[in-house]
Protein backbone atom coordinates (compact mmCIF):
# COMPACT_ATOMS: atom_id res chain seq x y z
CA UNK A 1 0.00 0.00 0.00
CA UNK A 2 1.37 3.24 -1.10
CA UNK A 3 2.63 6.25 1.88
CA UNK A 4 1.90 8.84 -0.03
CA UNK A 5 -1.44 8.71 -1.48
CA UNK A 6 -1.25 12.08 -3.28
CA UNK A 7 1.88 10.65 -4.72
CA UNK A 8 -0.82 7.78 -5.52
CA UNK A 9 -3.70 9.71 -7.15
CA UNK A 10 -1.23 11.85 -9.39
CA UNK A 11 -0.59 8.76 -11.38
CA UNK A 12 -4.02 8.01 -11.82
CA UNK A 13 -5.15 9.67 -15.31
CA UNK A 14 -8.39 11.24 -14.31
CA UNK A 15 -5.68 13.47 -11.59
CA UNK A 16 -2.60 13.53 -13.80
CA UNK A 17 -2.77 17.24 -14.51
CA UNK A 18 -4.18 18.30 -10.77
CA UNK A 19 -1.48 19.42 -8.36
CA UNK A 20 -0.13 17.50 -5.13
CA UNK A 21 -1.73 20.38 -3.21
CA UNK A 22 -5.42 20.34 -4.20
CA UNK A 23 -4.82 16.04 -4.10
CA UNK A 24 -3.87 16.59 -0.37
CA UNK A 25 -7.19 18.32 0.20
CA UNK A 26 -9.18 15.09 -2.20
CA UNK A 27 -6.82 13.25 -0.29
CA UNK A 28 -8.01 14.61 3.51
CA UNK A 29 -11.76 14.61 2.81
CA UNK A 30 -11.90 10.66 1.24
CA UNK A 31 -11.93 7.59 2.82
CA UNK A 32 -10.33 4.24 2.80
CA UNK A 33 -12.50 1.11 2.30
CA UNK A 34 -11.18 -2.77 2.50
CA UNK A 35 -13.31 -5.22 1.09
CA UNK A 36 -12.89 -9.36 1.30
CA UNK A 37 -12.05 -11.76 -1.38
CA UNK A 38 -16.18 -11.48 -3.33
CA UNK A 39 -17.50 -8.78 -1.93
CA UNK A 40 -19.88 -6.89 -3.94
CA UNK A 41 -18.61 -3.14 -3.95
CA UNK A 42 -21.95 -1.95 -5.46
CA UNK A 43 -24.35 -3.41 -8.02
CA UNK A 44 -25.47 -2.55 -11.46
CA UNK A 45 -28.05 0.14 -11.69
CA UNK A 46 -27.45 1.13 -7.84
CA UNK A 47 -27.46 5.07 -8.30
CA UNK A 48 -24.23 6.46 -7.70
CA UNK A 49 -22.33 9.19 -5.41
CA UNK A 50 -18.26 8.31 -5.63
CA UNK A 51 -15.82 6.94 -7.55
CA UNK A 52 -13.16 4.39 -6.40
CA UNK A 53 -8.97 4.26 -6.88
CA UNK A 54 -7.74 0.71 -5.91
CA UNK A 55 -4.86 1.25 -3.62
CA UNK A 56 -4.00 -2.29 -3.30
CA UNK A 57 -5.61 -6.17 -4.74
CA UNK A 58 -8.08 -5.98 -7.88
CA UNK A 59 -11.63 -6.11 -8.73
CA UNK A 60 -13.62 -7.81 -11.64
CA UNK A 61 -16.23 -5.67 -13.60
CA UNK A 62 -19.36 -7.82 -14.79
CA UNK A 63 -22.79 -8.31 -15.17
CA UNK A 64 -24.34 -11.35 -13.82
CA UNK A 65 -21.42 -13.99 -14.82
CA UNK A 66 -20.32 -12.26 -18.00
CA UNK A 67 -17.07 -10.47 -16.77
CA UNK A 68 -16.03 -7.06 -18.86
CA UNK A 69 -12.62 -6.37 -17.07
CA UNK A 70 -10.39 -6.69 -14.34
CA UNK A 71 -9.06 -3.68 -12.95
CA UNK A 72 -6.02 -3.78 -10.14
CA UNK A 73 -3.76 -1.06 -8.40
CA UNK A 74 -3.73 2.50 -10.07
CA UNK A 75 -6.79 1.97 -11.30
CA UNK A 76 -9.78 3.55 -11.15
CA UNK A 77 -13.73 2.99 -11.63
CA UNK A 78 -17.27 4.61 -10.81
CA UNK A 79 -16.15 8.39 -11.84
CA UNK A 80 -18.87 9.41 -13.90
CA UNK A 81 -20.70 9.03 -10.34
CA UNK A 82 -19.23 12.54 -9.63
CA UNK A 83 -20.88 14.28 -11.98
CA UNK A 84 -24.40 12.91 -12.31
CA UNK A 85 -26.72 10.95 -10.25
CA UNK A 86 -27.07 8.16 -13.25
CA UNK A 87 -27.16 4.43 -12.00
CA UNK A 88 -24.01 2.01 -12.42
CA UNK A 89 -23.82 0.16 -15.57
CA UNK A 90 -22.07 -2.99 -13.99
CA UNK A 91 -21.02 -4.50 -10.87
CA UNK A 92 -18.30 -4.47 -9.17
CA UNK A 93 -16.97 -7.09 -6.95
CA UNK A 94 -13.56 -7.93 -5.56
CA UNK A 95 -11.28 -10.90 -6.49
CA UNK A 96 -9.22 -10.44 -3.93
CA UNK A 97 -8.82 -8.55 -0.59
CA UNK A 98 -9.04 -5.22 -1.99
CA UNK A 99 -8.53 -1.38 -0.55
CA UNK A 100 -9.73 1.56 -2.02
CA UNK A 101 -9.85 5.04 -1.87
CA UNK A 102 -13.41 6.53 -2.05
CA UNK A 103 -13.68 9.93 -3.17
CA UNK A 104 -17.80 11.56 -2.26
CA UNK A 105 -19.21 13.60 -5.44
CA UNK A 106 -20.19 15.92 -2.52
CA UNK A 107 -16.47 16.89 -1.36
CA UNK A 108 -15.32 16.45 -5.30
CA UNK A 109 -17.57 19.02 -6.04
CA UNK A 110 -16.92 21.48 -3.32
CA UNK A 111 -13.17 21.32 -4.52
CA UNK A 112 -14.02 22.39 -7.99
CA UNK A 113 -15.82 25.25 -6.24
CA UNK A 114 -13.36 25.86 -3.62
CA UNK A 115 -9.46 25.21 -5.37
CA UNK A 116 -9.15 26.95 -8.73
CA UNK A 117 -6.23 24.32 -9.09
CA UNK A 118 -8.21 21.63 -8.75
CA UNK A 119 -10.59 22.68 -11.11
CA UNK A 120 -8.32 23.36 -13.54
CA UNK A 121 -6.28 20.15 -13.65
CA UNK A 122 -9.81 18.28 -14.13
CA UNK A 123 -11.52 20.76 -16.82
CA UNK A 124 -7.47 19.81 -18.15
CA UNK A 125 -7.76 15.98 -18.48
CA UNK A 126 -11.85 16.03 -19.58
CA UNK A 127 -10.32 19.05 -22.22
CA UNK A 128 -7.25 15.85 -23.34
CA UNK A 129 -10.31 13.25 -22.97
CA UNK A 130 -12.30 14.96 -25.20
CA UNK A 131 -10.15 15.92 -27.76
CA UNK A 132 -8.71 11.80 -27.83
CA UNK A 133 -12.43 11.43 -27.79
CA UNK A 134 -13.05 13.53 -30.79
CA UNK A 135 -10.12 11.22 -32.69
CA UNK A 136 -11.61 8.32 -31.66
CA UNK A 137 -14.90 9.15 -33.26
CA UNK A 138 -12.64 10.49 -36.52
CA UNK A 139 -11.59 7.14 -36.70
CA UNK A 140 -14.41 5.57 -35.70
CA UNK A 141 -16.43 7.90 -38.68
CA UNK A 142 -13.54 6.51 -41.32
CA UNK A 143 -13.77 3.11 -39.97
CA UNK A 144 -17.66 2.83 -40.14
CA UNK A 145 -18.03 4.22 -43.80
CA UNK A 146 -15.12 1.25 -44.57
CA UNK A 147 -16.98 -1.43 -42.99
CA UNK A 148 -19.84 -0.03 -45.11
CA UNK A 149 -17.82 -0.32 -48.19
CA UNK A 150 -16.64 -3.52 -47.05
CA UNK A 151 -20.16 -4.44 -46.63
CA UNK A 152 -21.52 -2.80 -49.59
CA UNK A 153 -19.01 -5.25 -51.69
CA UNK A 154 -19.53 -8.33 -49.36
CA UNK A 155 -23.46 -8.12 -49.87
CA UNK A 156 -22.72 -7.31 -53.73
CA UNK A 157 -20.80 -10.26 -54.19
CA UNK A 158 -23.22 -12.47 -51.89
CA UNK A 159 -26.16 -11.55 -54.15
CA UNK A 160 -24.14 -11.66 -57.33
CA UNK A 161 -23.57 -15.57 -56.78
CA UNK A 162 -24.58 -17.67 -58.62
CA UNK A 163 -25.07 -20.37 -56.17
CA UNK A 164 -27.54 -19.83 -52.81
CA UNK A 165 -26.44 -18.99 -49.73
CA UNK A 166 -28.10 -19.44 -46.68
CA UNK A 167 -26.54 -18.76 -42.79
CA UNK A 168 -28.87 -19.80 -40.05
CA UNK A 169 -28.51 -19.92 -36.09
CA UNK A 170 -27.73 -23.33 -33.27
CA UNK A 171 -32.09 -22.82 -33.47
CA UNK A 172 -32.26 -23.22 -37.65
CA UNK A 173 -33.81 -19.82 -37.74
CA UNK A 174 -32.38 -18.22 -40.94
CA UNK A 175 -30.34 -14.92 -40.73
CA UNK A 176 -29.54 -14.30 -44.22
CA UNK A 177 -29.97 -14.96 -47.97
CA UNK A 178 -28.91 -14.14 -51.14
CA UNK A 179 -31.11 -14.23 -54.19
CA UNK A 180 -30.25 -17.10 -55.56
CA UNK A 181 -31.54 -19.01 -52.37
CA UNK A 182 -34.36 -16.62 -52.48
CA UNK A 183 -35.35 -18.64 -56.10
CA UNK A 184 -34.86 -21.93 -54.47
CA UNK A 185 -36.96 -21.06 -51.25
CA UNK A 186 -39.73 -19.55 -53.71
CA UNK A 187 -39.32 -16.83 -50.59
CA UNK A 188 -38.09 -13.11 -50.68
CA UNK A 189 -38.96 -13.27 -46.84
CA UNK A 190 -37.69 -16.32 -45.40
CA UNK A 191 -35.42 -14.51 -42.44
CA UNK A 192 -36.03 -15.99 -39.33
CA UNK A 193 -38.15 -19.39 -41.22
CA UNK A 194 -36.31 -22.87 -39.77
CA UNK A 195 -34.23 -23.72 -42.43
CA UNK A 196 -35.41 -27.61 -41.91
CA UNK A 197 -39.13 -26.52 -43.41
CA UNK A 198 -37.69 -25.96 -46.81
CA UNK A 199 -35.99 -29.56 -47.02
CA UNK A 200 -37.89 -32.84 -47.31
CA UNK A 201 -37.67 -35.64 -44.85
CA UNK A 202 -34.41 -37.40 -45.78
CA UNK A 203 -32.71 -34.14 -46.44
CA UNK A 204 -33.35 -32.02 -43.38
CA UNK A 205 -32.70 -34.94 -41.24
CA UNK A 206 -29.15 -34.96 -43.07
CA UNK A 207 -28.67 -31.07 -42.46
CA UNK A 208 -29.57 -31.88 -38.75
CA UNK A 209 -26.87 -34.67 -38.44
CA UNK A 210 -23.96 -32.78 -40.35
CA UNK A 211 -24.65 -29.70 -37.20
CA UNK A 212 -24.44 -31.98 -34.80
CA UNK A 213 -21.22 -33.60 -36.13
CA UNK A 214 -19.98 -30.51 -36.53
CA UNK A 215 -20.63 -29.46 -33.00
CA UNK A 216 -19.15 -32.60 -31.85
CA UNK A 217 -15.85 -32.73 -33.85
CA UNK A 218 -15.59 -28.60 -34.54
CA UNK A 219 -15.37 -29.16 -38.11
CA UNK A 220 -15.46 -25.65 -39.88
CA UNK A 221 -16.51 -27.21 -43.72
CA UNK A 222 -18.49 -29.76 -44.75
CA UNK A 223 -19.36 -31.11 -47.98
CA UNK A 224 -22.87 -32.31 -48.33
CA UNK A 225 -22.38 -36.49 -48.88
CA UNK A 226 -25.85 -36.49 -50.84
CA UNK A 227 -28.49 -34.23 -52.93
CA UNK A 228 -30.50 -32.08 -50.68
CA UNK A 229 -34.29 -31.86 -52.13
CA UNK A 230 -35.33 -28.63 -51.32
CA UNK A 231 -39.29 -27.80 -51.49
CA UNK A 232 -40.32 -23.27 -51.75
CA UNK A 233 -42.92 -21.92 -50.74
CA UNK A 234 -44.84 -22.41 -54.09
CA UNK A 235 -44.24 -25.96 -54.06
CA UNK A 236 -41.44 -26.23 -56.14
CA UNK A 237 -38.88 -28.82 -55.68
CA UNK A 238 -34.70 -28.73 -56.86
CA UNK A 239 -32.24 -31.09 -55.99
CA UNK A 240 -28.67 -29.39 -54.96
CA UNK A 241 -25.48 -29.99 -54.20
CA UNK A 242 -23.44 -28.43 -51.78
CA UNK A 243 -21.25 -27.41 -48.62
CA UNK A 244 -22.42 -26.69 -44.78
CA UNK A 245 -19.81 -24.53 -42.59
CA UNK A 246 -19.73 -23.27 -39.19
CA UNK A 247 -18.99 -19.73 -37.32
CA UNK A 248 -18.67 -19.03 -34.21
CA UNK A 249 -18.88 -20.99 -30.89
CA UNK A 250 -21.71 -22.03 -28.41
CA UNK A 251 -24.96 -20.27 -28.65
CA UNK A 252 -23.32 -17.20 -30.93
CA UNK A 253 -22.63 -20.14 -33.64
CA UNK A 254 -24.17 -19.87 -37.21
CA UNK A 255 -24.45 -22.42 -40.45
CA UNK A 256 -23.50 -20.99 -43.79
CA UNK A 257 -25.27 -23.23 -46.10
CA UNK A 258 -24.07 -23.09 -50.03
CA UNK A 259 -25.88 -24.38 -52.28
CA UNK A 260 -25.91 -25.36 -56.41
CA UNK A 261 -28.86 -26.45 -58.51
CA UNK A 262 -27.73 -29.29 -60.47
CA UNK A 263 -31.43 -30.06 -61.75
CA UNK A 264 -30.35 -29.42 -65.39
CA UNK A 265 -27.24 -31.05 -65.08
CA UNK A 266 -29.16 -34.35 -64.06
CA UNK A 267 -31.36 -33.75 -67.05
CA UNK A 268 -28.63 -33.69 -68.93
CA UNK A 269 -26.49 -36.84 -67.41
CA UNK A 270 -29.92 -38.65 -67.73
CA UNK A 271 -30.11 -37.74 -71.28
CA UNK A 272 -26.65 -38.72 -72.16
CA UNK A 273 -27.22 -42.03 -70.44
CA UNK A 274 -30.32 -42.54 -72.20
CA UNK A 275 -28.47 -42.10 -75.38
CA UNK A 276 -25.31 -44.11 -74.35
CA UNK A 277 -27.83 -47.06 -73.19
CA UNK A 278 -29.05 -46.63 -76.86
CA UNK A 279 -26.27 -46.60 -78.79
CA UNK A 280 -24.76 -48.97 -76.72
CA UNK A 281 -28.45 -51.36 -77.75
CA UNK A 282 -27.99 -50.85 -81.10
CA UNK A 283 -24.39 -51.85 -81.18
CA UNK A 284 -25.73 -54.80 -79.92
CA UNK A 285 -28.94 -55.12 -82.30
CA UNK A 286 -25.91 -54.65 -85.26
CA UNK A 287 -23.22 -56.94 -83.39
CA UNK A 288 -25.64 -59.28 -81.77
CA UNK A 289 -24.77 -62.90 -83.31
CA UNK A 290 -21.26 -62.49 -83.73
CA UNK A 291 -18.43 -60.11 -84.45
CA UNK A 292 -18.78 -60.86 -88.05
CA UNK A 293 -21.08 -58.01 -88.65
CA UNK A 294 -23.93 -59.73 -86.78
CA UNK A 295 -23.66 -63.09 -89.54
CA UNK A 296 -23.13 -66.33 -88.51
CA UNK A 297 -20.75 -68.82 -90.84
CA UNK A 298 -19.82 -71.43 -89.69
CA UNK A 299 -20.84 -72.88 -92.96
CA UNK A 300 -19.16 -73.29 -95.83
CA UNK A 301 -21.30 -71.13 -98.24
CA UNK A 302 -21.62 -68.52 -95.42
CA UNK A 303 -18.24 -68.14 -95.04
CA UNK A 304 -17.56 -67.60 -98.93
CA UNK A 305 -20.22 -64.96 -98.42
CA UNK A 306 -18.31 -63.49 -95.91
CA UNK A 307 -15.00 -63.19 -97.87
CA UNK A 308 -16.66 -61.81 -100.88
CA UNK A 309 -17.54 -58.81 -98.44
CA UNK A 310 -14.19 -58.68 -97.38
CA UNK A 311 -13.12 -58.46 -100.67
CA UNK A 312 -15.57 -55.72 -102.01
CA UNK A 313 -15.47 -53.39 -99.34
CA UNK A 314 -12.74 -51.86 -99.55
CA UNK A 315 -13.70 -50.30 -103.09
CA UNK A 316 -16.25 -48.30 -104.61
CA UNK A 317 -17.57 -50.70 -106.57
CA UNK A 318 -21.60 -51.44 -107.06
CA UNK A 319 -22.52 -54.61 -105.36
CA UNK A 320 -25.83 -56.44 -106.38
CA UNK A 321 -26.83 -59.06 -102.90
CA UNK A 322 -28.98 -61.46 -104.53
CA UNK A 323 -31.05 -64.16 -102.15
CA UNK A 324 -34.30 -65.25 -100.73
CA UNK A 325 -36.48 -62.40 -98.18
CA UNK A 326 -35.43 -63.15 -94.80
CA UNK A 327 -31.69 -64.08 -95.58
CA UNK A 328 -29.74 -60.95 -94.18
CA UNK A 329 -29.12 -59.35 -97.32
CA UNK A 330 -29.42 -55.77 -95.41
CA UNK A 331 -27.12 -57.20 -93.08
CA UNK A 332 -24.42 -58.40 -95.66
CA UNK A 333 -25.04 -54.28 -96.77
CA UNK A 334 -24.14 -52.94 -93.18
CA UNK A 335 -21.77 -55.38 -93.40
CA UNK A 336 -19.95 -54.05 -96.59
CA UNK A 337 -20.81 -50.01 -95.61
CA UNK A 338 -18.61 -50.66 -92.12
CA UNK A 339 -15.79 -51.95 -93.14
CA UNK A 340 -15.44 -49.64 -96.24
CA UNK A 341 -13.84 -46.09 -96.14
CA UNK A 342 -17.07 -44.57 -96.02
CA UNK A 343 -18.07 -45.99 -92.79
CA UNK A 344 -17.85 -42.46 -90.83
CA UNK A 345 -20.45 -41.50 -93.35
CA UNK A 346 -24.04 -42.38 -93.62
CA UNK A 347 -25.57 -45.15 -94.95
CA UNK A 348 -29.08 -44.83 -96.37
CA UNK A 349 -31.96 -46.88 -97.08
CA UNK A 350 -34.98 -47.21 -99.28
CA UNK A 351 -37.25 -49.97 -100.00
CA UNK A 352 -37.79 -49.58 -103.93
CA UNK A 353 -40.88 -52.00 -102.97
CA UNK A 354 -42.61 -50.19 -99.91
CA UNK A 355 -42.88 -46.59 -101.38
CA UNK A 356 -45.80 -45.50 -103.99
CA UNK A 357 -44.91 -45.56 -107.40
CA UNK A 358 -45.77 -41.38 -107.70
CA UNK A 359 -43.45 -41.10 -104.97
CA UNK A 360 -40.45 -43.05 -105.29
CA UNK A 361 -38.23 -40.38 -107.65
CA UNK A 362 -38.68 -37.85 -105.08
CA UNK A 363 -37.79 -40.22 -102.70
CA UNK A 364 -34.14 -40.88 -104.69
CA UNK A 365 -33.67 -37.55 -106.21
CA UNK A 366 -35.44 -34.94 -103.88
CA UNK A 367 -38.41 -32.53 -105.15
CA UNK A 368 -38.03 -28.37 -105.62
CA UNK A 369 -41.46 -26.95 -103.88
CA UNK A 370 -44.32 -26.86 -106.68
CA UNK A 371 -42.75 -29.74 -108.37
CA UNK A 372 -46.13 -31.62 -108.05
CA UNK A 373 -49.59 -31.33 -106.03
CA UNK A 374 -48.45 -31.81 -102.10
CA UNK A 375 -44.98 -29.99 -102.40
CA UNK A 376 -45.19 -27.24 -100.15
CA UNK A 377 -41.32 -27.47 -99.38
CA UNK A 378 -38.22 -28.45 -101.46
CA UNK A 379 -36.89 -31.71 -100.17
CA UNK A 380 -33.47 -33.54 -99.97
CA UNK A 381 -33.36 -36.69 -101.85
CA UNK A 382 -31.45 -40.23 -100.50
CA UNK A 383 -29.11 -39.56 -102.88
CA UNK A 384 -28.12 -36.32 -101.87
CA UNK A 385 -28.02 -37.32 -98.34
CA UNK A 386 -25.96 -40.71 -98.92
CA UNK A 387 -23.10 -38.30 -100.70
CA UNK A 388 -20.06 -39.24 -99.57
CA UNK A 389 -21.46 -42.74 -97.92
CA UNK A 390 -23.42 -45.34 -99.42
CA UNK A 391 -26.86 -45.91 -100.31
CA UNK A 392 -28.91 -49.36 -100.36
CA UNK A 393 -31.71 -49.74 -102.50
CA UNK A 394 -33.32 -52.93 -101.28
CA UNK A 395 -36.36 -54.64 -103.32
CA UNK A 396 -34.37 -52.96 -106.30
CA UNK A 397 -36.70 -55.37 -108.50
CA UNK A 398 -39.43 -53.48 -107.79
CA UNK A 399 -38.62 -50.38 -109.17
CA UNK A 400 -40.66 -49.10 -111.78
CA UNK A 401 -39.19 -48.82 -115.50
CA UNK A 402 -39.95 -45.66 -116.19
CA UNK A 403 -37.76 -44.31 -113.37
CA UNK A 404 -34.83 -46.85 -113.87
CA UNK A 405 -33.04 -45.01 -116.68
CA UNK A 406 -32.76 -41.85 -114.52
CA UNK A 407 -30.71 -44.46 -111.94
CA UNK A 408 -28.48 -45.84 -115.00
CA UNK A 409 -27.44 -41.90 -115.05
CA UNK A 410 -26.84 -41.66 -111.39
CA UNK A 411 -24.35 -44.88 -111.43
CA UNK A 412 -22.41 -44.07 -114.59
CA UNK A 413 -22.32 -40.37 -114.49
CA UNK A 414 -22.91 -39.61 -110.76
CA UNK A 415 -25.58 -36.67 -111.37
CA UNK A 416 -29.54 -36.22 -111.10
CA UNK A 417 -31.94 -33.92 -111.78
CA UNK A 418 -34.62 -33.46 -108.69
CA UNK A 419 -37.99 -33.46 -110.01
CA UNK A 420 -39.42 -30.07 -110.82
CA UNK A 421 -35.54 -29.10 -111.22
CA UNK A 422 -33.82 -27.89 -114.02
CA UNK A 423 -30.56 -28.03 -112.23
CA UNK A 424 -27.97 -31.06 -112.40
CA UNK A 425 -26.67 -32.11 -109.02
CA UNK A 426 -23.76 -34.11 -108.27
CA UNK A 427 -22.74 -37.03 -105.67
CA UNK A 428 -20.46 -39.63 -104.74
CA UNK A 429 -22.03 -42.27 -103.56
CA UNK A 430 -21.65 -45.61 -103.38
CA UNK A 431 -24.55 -48.27 -104.56
CA UNK A 432 -25.26 -51.16 -103.41
CA UNK A 433 -29.10 -53.20 -104.13
CA UNK A 434 -30.84 -55.81 -103.14
CA UNK A 435 -33.27 -58.53 -104.37
CA UNK A 436 -35.24 -61.91 -104.35
CA UNK A 437 -35.84 -61.75 -107.78
CA UNK A 438 -34.09 -63.18 -110.57
CA UNK A 439 -33.22 -59.96 -111.96
CA UNK A 440 -31.18 -61.81 -114.76
CA UNK A 441 -34.07 -63.57 -116.30
CA UNK A 442 -36.12 -60.07 -115.69
CA UNK A 443 -34.27 -58.08 -117.92
CA UNK A 444 -34.34 -61.07 -120.43
CA UNK A 445 -38.33 -60.36 -120.45
CA UNK A 446 -38.27 -57.08 -120.48
CA UNK A 447 -39.43 -56.14 -117.14
CA UNK A 448 -36.04 -55.13 -115.64
CA UNK A 449 -33.51 -52.85 -118.12
CA UNK A 450 -30.70 -54.78 -119.10
CA UNK A 451 -28.06 -52.18 -118.89
CA UNK A 452 -29.07 -51.44 -115.62
CA UNK A 453 -28.65 -54.91 -114.49
CA UNK A 454 -25.39 -55.35 -115.91
CA UNK A 455 -24.12 -51.77 -114.04
CA UNK A 456 -25.72 -53.05 -110.99
CA UNK A 457 -24.56 -56.63 -111.30
CA UNK A 458 -20.44 -55.66 -111.43
CA UNK A 459 -19.83 -57.87 -108.13
CA UNK A 460 -22.71 -60.06 -107.30
CA UNK A 461 -22.96 -61.46 -103.67
CA UNK A 462 -25.56 -64.46 -103.55
CA UNK A 463 -26.72 -65.24 -100.08
CA UNK A 464 -27.43 -68.58 -99.16
CA UNK A 465 -31.09 -69.52 -97.95
CA UNK A 466 -31.18 -70.88 -94.42
CA UNK A 467 -31.97 -74.61 -95.23
CA UNK A 468 -28.55 -74.43 -96.95
CA UNK A 469 -26.60 -73.61 -94.59
CA UNK A 470 -27.58 -76.57 -91.87
CA UNK A 471 -24.04 -76.02 -90.01
CA UNK A 472 -24.97 -72.68 -89.15
CA UNK A 473 -29.00 -73.15 -87.95
CA UNK A 474 -28.50 -74.44 -84.59
CA UNK A 475 -25.72 -71.98 -83.82
CA UNK A 476 -27.92 -68.92 -84.76
CA UNK A 477 -31.05 -70.40 -83.26
CA UNK A 478 -29.35 -71.04 -79.79
CA UNK A 479 -27.31 -67.18 -80.21
CA UNK A 480 -31.35 -66.05 -80.83
CA UNK A 481 -32.52 -67.96 -77.65
CA UNK A 482 -29.80 -66.57 -75.37
CA UNK A 483 -30.99 -62.90 -76.00
CA UNK A 484 -34.55 -63.49 -75.85
CA UNK A 485 -34.11 -65.20 -72.89
CA UNK A 486 -32.50 -62.50 -71.12
CA UNK A 487 -34.20 -59.33 -73.11
CA UNK A 488 -37.57 -61.00 -71.85
CA UNK A 489 -36.08 -62.49 -68.53
CA UNK A 490 -36.97 -65.79 -68.95
CA UNK A 491 -35.03 -68.89 -68.06
CA UNK A 492 -31.95 -69.95 -70.20
CA UNK A 493 -32.64 -72.59 -72.79
CA UNK A 494 -30.67 -75.23 -73.98
CA UNK A 495 -30.93 -77.01 -77.20
CA UNK A 496 -31.01 -80.46 -76.84
CA UNK A 497 -30.48 -83.39 -79.80
CA UNK A 498 -33.96 -83.71 -80.63
CA UNK A 499 -34.32 -80.07 -80.66
CA UNK A 500 -31.50 -79.67 -83.27
CA UNK A 501 -33.06 -82.66 -84.92
CA UNK A 502 -36.33 -80.56 -85.28
CA UNK A 503 -34.91 -77.11 -86.48
CA UNK A 504 -32.51 -78.89 -89.39
CA UNK A 505 -35.61 -81.24 -90.80
CA UNK A 506 -37.49 -77.77 -90.78
CA UNK A 507 -37.37 -76.18 -94.87
CA UNK A 508 -37.53 -72.32 -93.57
CA UNK A 509 -39.15 -70.78 -95.82
CA UNK A 510 -38.55 -67.60 -94.35
CA UNK A 511 -35.05 -68.02 -93.71
CA UNK A 512 -33.39 -66.21 -90.67
CA UNK A 513 -36.51 -63.63 -90.32
CA UNK A 514 -38.82 -66.90 -89.46
CA UNK A 515 -36.25 -68.50 -87.49
CA UNK A 516 -36.02 -65.50 -85.42
CA UNK A 517 -39.85 -65.14 -84.98
CA UNK A 518 -40.26 -68.77 -84.20
CA UNK A 519 -37.69 -68.15 -81.48
CA UNK A 520 -39.40 -65.07 -79.85
CA UNK A 521 -42.40 -67.12 -79.78
CA UNK A 522 -41.01 -70.41 -78.80
CA UNK A 523 -38.71 -67.92 -75.59
CA UNK A 524 -42.19 -66.23 -74.91
CA UNK A 525 -44.33 -69.65 -74.21
CA UNK A 526 -41.52 -71.22 -72.46
CA UNK A 527 -42.06 -72.67 -68.89
CA UNK A 528 -38.99 -73.53 -66.50
CA UNK A 529 -36.39 -73.62 -69.33
CA UNK A 530 -38.33 -76.20 -71.23
CA UNK A 531 -39.36 -75.54 -74.93
CA UNK A 532 -41.89 -78.02 -76.94
CA UNK A 533 -40.31 -77.56 -80.50
CA UNK A 534 -43.17 -79.39 -81.80
CA UNK A 535 -45.84 -76.87 -81.15
CA UNK A 536 -43.75 -74.02 -82.54
CA UNK A 537 -41.96 -75.87 -85.95
CA UNK A 538 -45.13 -76.10 -88.44
CA UNK A 539 -46.10 -78.97 -89.58
CA UNK A 540 -43.75 -79.42 -91.99
CA UNK A 541 -40.91 -80.86 -89.71
CA UNK A 542 -43.29 -82.53 -86.92
CA UNK A 543 -43.80 -86.10 -88.63
CA UNK A 544 -40.32 -86.46 -88.57
CA UNK A 545 -40.74 -90.30 -88.22
CA UNK A 546 -43.31 -90.77 -90.72
CA UNK A 547 -42.36 -88.18 -93.11
CA UNK A 548 -44.65 -87.75 -95.87
CA UNK A 549 -44.43 -89.64 -99.44
CA UNK A 550 -42.98 -87.02 -102.24
CA UNK A 551 -45.79 -85.75 -104.68
CA UNK A 552 -45.03 -87.14 -108.03
CA UNK A 553 -45.34 -84.82 -111.20
CA UNK A 554 -48.06 -85.20 -113.35
CA UNK A 555 -47.26 -85.82 -116.97
CA UNK A 556 -49.86 -84.13 -119.68
CA UNK A 557 -50.81 -85.69 -122.80
CA UNK A 558 -50.53 -83.64 -125.98
CA UNK A 559 -54.45 -83.97 -125.67
CA UNK A 560 -54.59 -82.91 -122.38
CA UNK A 561 -51.94 -79.47 -123.06
CA UNK A 562 -54.76 -78.22 -125.88
CA UNK A 563 -57.17 -78.71 -123.71
CA UNK A 564 -55.33 -76.85 -121.13
CA UNK A 565 -54.65 -74.39 -123.63
CA UNK A 566 -57.85 -73.60 -125.16
CA UNK A 567 -59.50 -73.46 -121.60
CA UNK A 568 -56.81 -70.96 -120.46
CA UNK A 569 -57.32 -69.08 -123.54
CA UNK A 570 -61.50 -68.97 -122.93
CA UNK A 571 -60.64 -67.91 -119.17
CA UNK A 572 -59.03 -64.46 -120.56
CA UNK A 573 -61.45 -64.00 -123.52
CA UNK A 574 -63.90 -64.12 -120.85
CA UNK A 575 -62.14 -61.61 -118.55
CA UNK A 576 -61.65 -59.25 -121.56
CA UNK A 577 -65.09 -59.47 -122.57
CA UNK A 578 -63.94 -61.40 -125.91
CA UNK A 579 -61.86 -58.20 -126.40
CA UNK A 580 -58.93 -59.51 -128.41
CA UNK A 581 -56.59 -56.58 -128.60
CA UNK A 582 -56.12 -53.33 -127.19
CA UNK A 583 -55.01 -52.90 -123.75
CA UNK A 584 -57.58 -54.74 -121.02
CA UNK A 585 -57.80 -57.02 -124.38
CA UNK A 586 -57.30 -60.74 -124.26
CA UNK A 587 -54.01 -60.54 -126.01
CA UNK A 588 -52.47 -58.40 -123.63
CA UNK A 589 -53.48 -60.89 -120.72
CA UNK A 590 -51.91 -63.66 -122.41
CA UNK A 591 -49.09 -61.64 -123.57
CA UNK A 592 -49.53 -63.02 -127.34
CA UNK A 593 -49.32 -60.66 -130.37
CA UNK A 594 -53.29 -60.16 -131.30
CA UNK A 595 -52.78 -61.77 -134.75
CA UNK A 596 -51.26 -65.22 -133.29
CA UNK A 597 -54.12 -65.04 -130.77
CA UNK A 598 -56.76 -64.81 -133.52
CA UNK A 599 -55.04 -68.00 -135.75
CA UNK A 600 -55.33 -69.83 -132.27
CA UNK A 601 -59.12 -69.12 -131.74
CA UNK A 602 -59.29 -70.35 -135.34
CA UNK A 603 -57.70 -73.18 -135.04
CA UNK A 604 -59.19 -73.99 -131.63
CA UNK A 605 -62.67 -73.28 -133.24
CA UNK A 606 -63.59 -71.08 -130.49
CA UNK A 607 -67.23 -69.16 -130.69
CA UNK A 608 -68.49 -66.35 -128.29
CA UNK A 609 -71.87 -67.67 -126.23
CA UNK A 610 -74.89 -65.70 -128.54
Given amino acids: MPENLEDFLSKIPFFSEVSNTSLKNLVANSQKETYIKNELIFRKNDIGNAMYAIVSGSVKVHDSTHVYDTLSSGDCFGEYALIDNETRSASITAIEKTTVLKIERQHFLDLMVQDSGFSQGI ?52 VLTNKAANLILENDDA ?18 TIVRSNNEDETSNKYL ?10 GGTSLNEGTLSTY ?24 INLLTKQTQYLEEEINKLTNSYGIIAEDQRMKATLNLIHQVAKTDATVLIQGETGTGKEL ?4 IHKESHR ?60 LQPKLLRVIQEGEFDPVGSSETIKVDVRIIAATHRDLFKFSKTGEFREDLYYRLNVFPINVPALRDRKRD ?34 SWPGNVRELQNLIERAVIVSKDGAINWRNIIPNESNSQENPLEPIQEKVLTSVELIELEKQNILNALKLSKWKISGKNGAAALLKLPPTTLASKIKSLKLERPV
Avoid at 197 to 204: A, G, I, L, T
Avoid at 332 to 335: D, G, K, Q
Wanted: proline share 2%.
Fill in 332 to 335: IARA
Fill in 473 to 506: ICVIAQEMIDQFSKKLNKHAIALSDTDKALLKTY
Fill in 343 to 402: NNKPLIRINCGAIPVNLIESELFGHEKGAFTGATIRRKGRFLLADKGTIFLDEIGEMPLE
Fill in 225 to 234: PKIVNIIGSN
Fill in 248 to 271: GLGAETFYILILRNIDERIIAENK
Fill in 191 to 208: LQRNVLYFFDDKSSKLIE
Fill in 123 to 174: LSVMIKRHRELDTFQEHLARSKEALELANSKMSGLINGAMDAIIMFDSQYKI
